[in-house]
């Protein structure tokens, strides 16, 4: 079977099912994005989660935007000085310059060239890895809840979901994942840490699990905010190492501070890689100058260390507040925090939004919650006056 790219993301927004629609009053890129609604008018993410949007509600012109887990502090200097310095070279395609990004990343991370695959951002590159495991159906094991880009795509693509409630503390049940694997399951997804409830499952248990189990089936596990974990979970590239059938995605886009410029990357078996450029070209989607900031941004150590101190920082500033204010938020390993709210989800984004703040609000488990992104240390404290004022 040829799998038609075009075709694919064609299909990705009408095969969801359920009621598809564009939501009035959502701005920006996905204004016109088809979603999946319930029948309370929530967006439909899990069996656990809905998510509420904005209906009837203008929002602030430059809102403080603390709903997208964006790292406030970059781009570093080093790759804005790059970008500045390739423009004049966007005539040309990148080939070389992509070659020498995906050295340095197997160098840092133990593994061949031939391991690595880039990409414009990790979210793509789990998009992708969807559309070639899962282009003859089967079936696709993770938590719920969890990142629901991967799911989404192999939803869209004939497979099935099959979604294994967290634990008590929000951690993966592994177990529970394991048993559920059948002879048509494809992947095992794990989002370690979580988004989007910003929990690390052991690094033991994880490598134990993905080891044993990818003897079975592939792994992918997404590692877009580990650098912020604080060493509270450790990457699975180790395995990739040992030849476990294990893919691990990496961003820029957090601790670097480059989530506007796109770049992410995998690594995993040079036979998946092989796989996956059945649907993409790889790093052919990055620009000329995304490209060169990010090699400038891999090596610019003080930058990521700054950034980490400083959203550490504001994040337990923000908790401490939520602690006085009796709020019991799951413990973060990641640059947002998660939180019960007393007051309809819907109800609360709207004050939030009239008040110029941008956050997001589910119902997980048909309770609801906030989600906020760390900011500066300014924009946090604005946010938790305004939840003084709205709660």
């Known amino acids: 079977m040829k799998i038609n790219r075009r075709n694919l993301l064609k299909s990705s927004l009408f095969s969801l099912g359920g009621l598809l629609i564009a ?14 609604l319930d029948p309370a ?80 951002g990790s979210s793509d590159l789990l998009e992708r890895t969807a559309m070639a495991v899962c282009a003859h159906g089967g079936n696709v094991v993770s938590a719920d809840p969890t990142f629901m880009s991967l799911i989404r795509v192999a939803e869209s693509v004939g497979a099935t979901w099959k979604a294994i409630p967290c634990k008590s503390d929000w951690s993966h049940d592994l177990g ?35 080891s044993r189990v990818s003897e079975k089936v592939p792994v992918f596990v997404d590692e877009a905010y580990i650098e912020l974990a604080d060493g509270a979970t450790g990457s699975m590239i180790p395995l990739v190492q040992q030849q476990k059938n ?23 078996l040079p036979a998946t890689l092989h796989l996956l450029q059945k649907v993409t070209r790889g790093g052919f989607g990055i620009s000329y100058t995304s490209v060169l900031a990010a090699s400038a941004a891999l090596t610019d150590q003080e ?26 938020y799951i413990p973060s390993y990641t640059n947002f925090v998660i939180f019960p709210i007393p007051i309809a989800g819907k ?45």
């Open 23 to 36: 939501p009035p009053g959502r701005t920006g890129i996905f204004a016109d994005m088809a979603v999946t």
């Open 41 to 120: 008018g929530r967006i439909f993410h899990s069996p656990l989660v809905r998510e509420y949007f904005l209906e009837g509600i203008t929002p602030a012109a430059s809102p403080i935007r603390l709903d997208s887990n964006e790292n406030p502090y970059g781009p570093p200097l080093s790759a804005r000085k790059a970008v500045a310095e390739a423009v004049a070279g966007g005539n040309r395609y990148a080939w070389q310059e992509i070659t020498t990004l995906i050295g340095q990343l197997a160098r840092k991370e133990g593994v061949g060239s031939d391991a690595i695959m880039v990409g414009p």
């Open 176 to 210: 529970a994942m394991e048993k559920a694997i059948d002879s048509n399951t494809r992947l095992v997804y794990v989002c370690n840490p979580s988004n989007p409830v910003g929990t690390v499952t052991p690094t033991g248990e994880l490598m134990d699990f993905c």
């Open 246 to 268: 294990v893919i691990v995605a990496r961003t820029f886009s957090k601790i670097m501070g480059m989530a506007g410029l796109r770049v992410g990357y995998i690594a995993s």
């Open 303 to 328: 930058f990521q260390d700054t950034s980490k101190k400083l959203i550490t920082e504001v994040k337990t500033y923000l908790c401490d507040r939520l602690q006085e204010m009796g709020y019991a």
């Open 347 to 391: 109800e609360f984004l709207g004050k939030m939004t009239a008040k110029g703040i941008a956050v997001r609000a589910f119902d997980i488990g048909n309770n609801p919650w906030c989600r906020v992104s760390i900011g500066t240390m300014d924009e946090i404290k604005q946010f938790v006056a305004a939840l003084k004022s709205i709660t």
